[in-house]
C-alpha cells in the first residue's frame, strides 16, 4: 500500500518520529509539508504528524488538511502527535482536526522532546514558565520511538 507521511516539525522530533515510520513502511514516502510538494492521488493511505504548540498543530499542516478534505476522506488515515502533553491529546485532535478526518484514523501521541538549548528566545519564556506550573512541575518529556510498530501494525491491519 503507497503510503505517504507528510509531517510538520520545528525542532526535530517529529521529523525522528516521521522518518522512523519511514523506515518501518516499505513503499511510503516521505514529506515535510514546509517544504515538498503532495501529490496525494498516488497514494493509498496517509499519516499526518504535527508537534504541538500552545494546543495547535502546524498551521500548514492544517491548512493542508482542510484544502485536501475531500482526497483525504478517500484515504486510510493516521494522525500522531509529537507533545509534552499526552493526556491532552482529544483536545488536540478536535482543535486541529476536521471531525471527519479523525473519524475512522488511527490516533497516537509519540512523546516528545523539549532541548532548551535549541529553542528560540520566545520558546524558551514559554518553556520556563510552563516548566513552573502545576502540570509541568517535574514532567518528564521524552519521545516514545517504541510505539512506533504499534502505530504501524494497527493502521495496515485496520478493516474498513
Ligand atoms: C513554546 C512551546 C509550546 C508548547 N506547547 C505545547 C502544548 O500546548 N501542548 C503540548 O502537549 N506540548 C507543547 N509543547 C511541546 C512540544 O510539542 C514538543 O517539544 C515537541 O517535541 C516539539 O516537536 P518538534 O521539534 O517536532 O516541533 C510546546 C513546546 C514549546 C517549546
Redesign the pocket.
Known sequence: MKTAII??????????IAQSLHDQIPDSVLFDVKKDAVDLSLFDAVILG???????I?KQLKTFTTKNKSELLTKKRGIF??????E?VHD?VSANYLPELADGAIIMTM????DIS??SF???M??RM?QKSEQGKNRD?R?HPEKISDFVSQMFSQTE
Open positions: 509531517y510538520a516539525s520545528t525542532y526535530g522530533s517529529t521529523k525522528k504535527s508537534s504541538i504548540y500552545v494546543g495547535q502546524d502527535f509529537c507533545c509534552a502533553f499526552e491532552n488536540y512523546g516528545g522532546e523539549m535549541k529553542m520566545a520558546h524558551k514559554i518553556t510552563v518529556v519521545l
